[in-house]
């Protein structure tokens, strides 16, 4: 039996930690409200002068580290982002410039938090294109650059990382077993950054105007979130002929507990089923998914032959499903 598999994991996050203390003298908020709104405690935030291609890079090369692959052995970099260094050259070339990996092709791709999935999906048929390919596939953020730290309804949930994974087929009966992806673009304007593109260049109007954060609403998104993550995660076991009481652990993009929570009812499983770290992390939009992943490998809730199945929710909208046999 020959699938595409996950070879390896990594993750990173910067040292700095930003509590609901913290955010309390920041804006009018309080950790009670943070803490039983969104579930999340802390996040990691990166100083001014780390972009995000440098947490990529330490993620890849721990990815990297665990499948045993070499940087100048990968045929394809990909990058889940929407905080790149800059607008261009994409963030995956200037990573792989930065691991040396010179045989590889690179691009990033802009779903939001459904970045990494939407990343999972390209890489397996890149490899179903040509077997002999080895695709790192990296979600990395920094949200907190494009907060509006005056908008106590959003500053409170964003945090900064990278996780990362190598991609191969084997000749295992383990890896991918289906996918499920989605996205409405009549939906776009409930997550987005208006300024800074085509439609509105930067300038000084643009900054007076604040539209270089993210506008979110929030309440308008949950609904959404919660009811595309259900139907994707649903259709990707459907379509493995996997039925819900023989999935092991569900790794949701860590937006917001409650949203993980009613997924989590939705497929009928017990939380020590649902993979939670919003605690710790906050929402890192599409490095969420890997850091867990690599969290859950590293930490023993993932072994061989578990079934594993990844979802996500974003800016797009977007979302998508991935099912896995570890
Ligand atoms: O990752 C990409 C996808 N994004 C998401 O999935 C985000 C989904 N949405 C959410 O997670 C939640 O909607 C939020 C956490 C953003 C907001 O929680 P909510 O329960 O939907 O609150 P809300 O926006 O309906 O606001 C309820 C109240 C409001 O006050 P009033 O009008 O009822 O007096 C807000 O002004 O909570 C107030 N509020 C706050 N209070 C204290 C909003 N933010 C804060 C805050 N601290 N940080």
Redesign the pocket.
Known sequence: MKRIAILGTGSFAPEKILTNADLEKM????DE??TQ??GIKERHISDKDTPTSVLAVKAAERALAAATVNAGDLDFIICGTVTPDMIFPSMACLVQAKLGATKAVAFDIAA??TGFIYGMELARSLITADPSRKVLLIGAEELTKITDWTD???C??FGDGAGAVVLAQVDEDRGILSTFLGADGNLGDL?YQPGGGSLHPASHETVDGKMHVIK?A??R??PH?VRKMGEAATRALEAAGVPQDQLDLLIP?Q??FR?IDAIGRQLNLPMEKVYVNIDRYG?T?SASIPIALDEAVRNGRITPGKHVMLVA???GLTWGAVLMRW
Do not use: Q
């Open positions: 804006v009018d908020t309080t409200w943070i709104r969104t939001g938090c106590r309804s959003s409170v949930l997550i979110m929030g309440n998104v949950f979130a993009h937006a917001n949203i929402n939009s929710f974003g800016a």
